[in-house]
């Protein structure tokens, strides 16, 4: 398996409060999404990171950010979270090589009260 | 505008029967189309497929793709209770973005 690790895994918060989710790899692998996952919507991708401090927006970046300091880690930011963000958060990685599959990590479930 | 659809959503059948999973693809670079299954935790990756016509095949599992009509099935023969879980169709576009499905939700009954 991909060494890909997601912290925290369960976090409750209140609406208003800033939340970041980690991302940890330790594959050296080039590229670095985060997913978010909804009922009725399959997964959909928030930001991607193709290299260290390298970053690009996704179908649903309103309302987050992202940071690439590090090659192994990638770091999602809800600077006020709302209730709308409500949802599973999945990071991938891939290294990029030709039409390669990502690799996902197990998932971090945020609930915003 | 790109997009992915699959169906059923939604799949329930008997242990042993043989089931043929939809995903249509309107895609503008087109890369390749991935499967993947996921259970109560991360997708994990089942088949990609690059080429029309060409079957990749795994176990029970078998995928392939037409290009020409622009979708792609996942068949699984010989249901098992195991395989019960959402599988989710996704196409690769530039800059190694993936981009899923709704996926089905495919449950097997003993």
């Not at chain 1, 399959?42 to 991607?48: A, K, W």
């Not at chain 2, 249509?24 to 935790?41: A, M």
Request: hydrophobic share 30%; charged share 20%; glycine share 8%.
């Amino acid at each position: 398996d991909a060494g890909i690790t997601q912290s925290p895994r369960h976090k409750v918060t209140e609406t208003g409060t800033p939340v970041t989710l980690r991302c940890h790899q330790t594959e050296n692998h080039r590229y670095m999404y985060w997913y978010r996952q909804d009922p009725g919507h399959g997964l959909r991708l928030i930001h991607y990171s193709y290299g260290v401090k390298d970053t690009d927006k996704g179908e649903v970046s309103d309302g987050y950010s992202v940071s690439r300091s590090k090659t192994e880690d990638f770091l999602l930011t809800l600077e006020s979270a709302t209730s709308s963000q409500t949802s599973v958060y999945f990071c991938a990685i891939s290294d990029g090589q030709g039409p390669g599959e990502l690799f996902f990590g197990e998932g971090s479930r945020l609930t915003v009260l | 505008e790109d997009k992915v659809v699959q169906s059923p959503l939604s799949l329930v059948v008997h242990e042993g029967d043989t089931v043929t999973l939809n995903c249509s693809y309107e895609v503008t670079n087109f890369r390749s189309l991935l499967w993947y299954k996921q259970e109560k935790k991360a997708p994990t990756f089942l088949f990609m497929l690059t080429s029309s016509g060409i079957e990749k095949k795994s176990g029970r599992l078998s995928s392939i793709l037409d290009k020409k009509e622009l979708f792609s099935i996942l068949n699984i023969t010989a249901t098992q209770t195991g395989d019960s879980a959402v599988y989710l169709c996704a196409y690769l576009q530039g800059a190694q973005k993936l981009v899923f499905g709704q996926g089905t939700r495919l449950t097997i009954n003993p």
